[in-house]
């Protein structure tokens, strides 16, 4: 360009040629589908396990509660454990569970199921019916 088209230019005679230049984006990783989604399957071949267990004395608890910590249920029976170290073992576990976000139930006289919040206990609606019920054998009518 020469100094008498800028000039002009720079009266507004002549417009100034624009030149426009694209630049290509770099492509970036290609996305599976799958991967760009944000939805999650709830369907897991992850099995859910239970342990059972007979507790003697209290020594026991710390396992017990790391079996909860790693979201397993514990069923426990305590017909053959000391009346003392059962009450503590219960009450350990009861915070355990708490702490967690579980839910615990006595099962039996002896018997208590503690569960991590991935587990949800229901209790069986015949049995409540059966217990509470104006025509069993102990109930009035």
């Known amino acids: 360009m020469g100094?008498?088209?800028?000039v002009w230019n720079w009266l507004?005679?002549?417009?100034?040629?624009?030149h426009e230049e694209t630049v290509?984006?770099?492509?970036?990783?290609?996305?599976?589908?799958?991967q760009a989604s944000n939805v999650v399957s709830i369907h897991t071949n992850k099995t859910?396990?239970?342990?059972?267990?007979e507790p003697v004395s209290f020594d026991e608890v710390q396992i017990l509660a790391d079996h909860l910590k790693?979201?397993?249920?514990?069923?426990?029976s305590f017909e053959k454990t000391a009346p003392d170290a059962a009450r503590r073992i219960i009450?350990?576990?009861?915070?355990?569970v708490y702490s967690l976000e579980g839910s615990c139930q006595q099962l039996g006289d002896h018997i208590f199921?503690?569960?991590?919040s991935n587990m949800e206990i229901l209790r069986d609606s015949r049995s409540t019916i059966r217990r509470?019920?104006?025509?069993?054998?102990g109930g009035e009518r």
């Open 132 to 137: 509470h019920s104006v025509w069993s054998a």
């Open 3 to 6: 100094i008498v088209d800028k």
């Open 24 to 34: 290509p984006l770099s492509p970036g990783p290609e996305l599976h589908p799958r």
């Open 113 to 116: 199921i503690f569960a991590p």
């Open 48 to 53: 859910m396990k239970a342990v059972v267990s």
């Open 70 to 76: 790693n979201r397993k249920q514990l069923i426990l």
């Open 12 to 18: 507004g005679v002549v417009e100034e040629e624009v």
């Open 91 to 96: 009450d350990f576990l009861y915070g355990s």
